[in-house]
């Protein structure tokens, strides 16, 4: 039966039939040498109709553990699914990723500019193009995200609370955590909700740094859900996750009180009581040694894993109230 135009993805300019594959180009700008810069997108679609789930990774540049992990879905061929579409876009912020940094060149966080501008700053551009020409298309993202610079986060997943969809799907990618966030202003995530598209945001590991479980973590977890939409093809397993999903309500930061060389002494995940010794500061000259002790029962999510630490600086991040 032949297709009909309801059955042809138009997107970036191009037109992706059921059954093919393209690569198309997100294009904005050139580098400040005339060179152009190619972002590809990268489209598998299947010749049975389904349900179009969108790949994110590099909205910060310095953020590689998430473009590690869009990049295996693309080279082992999960991504071709076994009804509907998958896209892929690994590199988001190419300027930032050339550069390695978590910034656009104009010093703009991309995640802090949705919906853009077509007329805005470079990184307001880059924003106003994926959610014209790229969001409208898909019923599902998930956009990976690693912990900031020297701080390495557990595989975790973020959304709004009350979201009963994402609670479903959020089980089925069995990350070992969930902890529920506010949609910030400006972000990806919210103007993703304003448009009426679920998306999961997978933070884990931290900026400059590829970890083996992190990047398991979200391999596997993206299987689980295109193996419960009925994408994935039978030539892939997926495993049910070891534990079930710790959901949390709230957490809180443990600061420094004092500055020196740091060193924490618990694993990322654990579980710990109010009280145990997570870790120590102390000087280089061996005057003093200042235990870092959990405020309250509950599971460490974050590490801050820099060597020295100012007053201040955030070294744990722990839950405090879990989803009954």
Not at 107 to 135: C, E, M, T, Y
Request: net charge positive; hydrophobic share 35%.
């Amino acid at each position: 039966m032949p297709e009909t135009k309801a059955d042809i993805l138009d997107i970036l300019g191009e037109s992706v039939k059921p059954g093919e594959s393209k690569e198309v180009s997100f294009d904005v700008a050139n580098l400040h040498t005339s060179t152009p810069v190619n972002l590809p997108v990268i489209i598998e679609r299947a010749k049975k109709p389904g349900p179009t789930v969108l790949f994110t990774a590099g909205i910060h540049g310095d953020e590689v553990n998430g473009v590690e992990i869009v990049r295996q879905l693309i080279a082992k061929g999960i991504n071709k699914p076994k009804c509907g579409t998958i896209i892929c876009m690994p590199v988001i912020n190419v300027f930032g990723f050339i550069n390695l940094k978590r910034e656009f060149p104009d010093g703009r966080d991309l995640n802090r500019v949705f919906p853009g501008s077509r007329s805005g700053s470079l990184a307001g551009r880059v924003a106003h193009k994926l959610v014209q020409d790229v969001i409208p298309h898909v019923d599902l993202i998930i956009d990976f995200h690693t912990g900031g610079s020297g701080r390495f986060n557990a595989p975790q997943l973020r959304y709004a609370k009350n979201n009963y969809k994402l609670n479903e799907l959020a089980q089925v990618f069995g990350a070992p955590f969930v902890l529920y966030s506010k949609n910030l202003s400006k972000s990806f995530r919210t103007t993703c909700f304003k448009m009426g598209k679920n998306l999961l945001l997978f933070e884990g590991g931290k900026s400059f740094h590829i970890d083996d479980i992190v990047t398991n973590s979200g391999v596997n977890g993206s299987k689980r859900v295109l193996k419960h939409l009925g994408m994935l093809r039978s030539n892939f397993k997926s495993s049910k996750p070891k534990k079930d999903c710790v959901f949390i309500n709230d957490s809180r930061w443990l600061r420094a009180t004092h500055s020196g060389m740091f060193k924490a002494s618990i694993s990322i995940g654990t579980p710990v009581k109010k009280g145990a010794v997570l870790g120590n500061i102390t000087d280089p000259y061996g005057k003093f040694n200042y235990a870092v002790k959990a405020s309250n029962d509950g599971y460490i999510i974050n590490v801050n894993e820099s060597p020295i630490v100012y007053q201040g600086d955030a070294l744990f991040h722990i839950t405090t109230k879990l989803k009954k």
